[in-house]
């Protein structure tokens, strides 16, 4: 079940906002409070604050706040994300509870073909024939691996081994707690053209989520050519 608040993500994935302790003033008053002051509302000035602090990288007033989020991804983008190290990931386990049987499967369009150098690759569309090809045999591995999964399970073997058998196009859930300059410098990567197909829609989701909530900041950030201070 997808909670109604979240934004739905691949085929089986999404992107929740779980709580959030996120305003454009909490950087406003992280950086005047060098000068002992402190705002109750924002004013214009205040926008051009946050213009040139972002413009000129003063990235700390940025850190005084805080997202929650809850999201579903296949292992392989979960694997990705985890990279950024500047945040809290909690992730569900299958060492504790039964592994998911929701697997990853690209649409036609996202089937692709891999051309070039590492650091230089360009992803070229497949014919037709090809990609559903291609989405048949994840469909063959994948129901394979969880038959495997599920058999070495009810015949006794430990969960914390059997899931050695899953492929990392299984769905997996994390919550995610992050800053809105460690969140920045994931959206300025993550979402970025040179960025893996399925993470870009995630991130996409995220900045969604987090302009919505700090949206004089996410505008600076635009103007700043996406750039994370």
Do not use: C
Request: hydrophobic share 45%; glycine share 4%; proline share 3%.
């Amino acid at each position: 079940m997808i909670a109604e608040d979240a934004i739905r993500v691949l085929d089986h994935g999404f992107v929740r906002l779980d709580d959030a302790m996120a305003t454009d003033l909490s950087v406003v008053n992280a950086a005047r409070v060098s000068f002992a002051r402190r705002k109750e509302e924002m004013e214009e000035a205040d926008e051009g604050l946050i213009r040139f602090l972002m413009r000129d990288r003063h990235g700390t007033p940025f850190e005084h706040n805080s997202f929650r989020f809850h999201i579903r991804a296949p292992i392989f983008v979960a694997r990705e994300w985890f990279r950024h190290r500047v945040g809290s990931f909690n992730e569900f386990s299958m060492r504790y509870a039964k592994a998911t049987d929701d697997f990853y499967v690209p649409e036609l369009e996202d089937v692709r073909s891999q051309v070039g150098k590492p650091g230089a690759y360009s992803f070229e569309p497949v014919d037709d024939e090809l990609a559903e090809k291609t989405r048949e045999e994840f469909r063959e591995v994948y129901q394979h691996a969880f038959e495997t999964y599920e058999r070495l399970v009810e015949a006794g073997v430990a969960r914390e081994l059997a899931r050695s058998v899953m492929p990392v196009g299984a769905y997996t859930e994390f919550f995610w707690t992050v800053n809105a300059r460690a969140l920045m410098n994931f959206v300025s990567l993550r979402a970025a053209e040179t960025a893996q197909r399925e993470i870009r829609r995630y991130a996409d989701a995220v900045e969604q989520f987090f302009a919505a909530k700090m949206p004089v900041t996410h505008a600076a950030f635009v103007a700043a050519e996406r750039v994370a201070p």
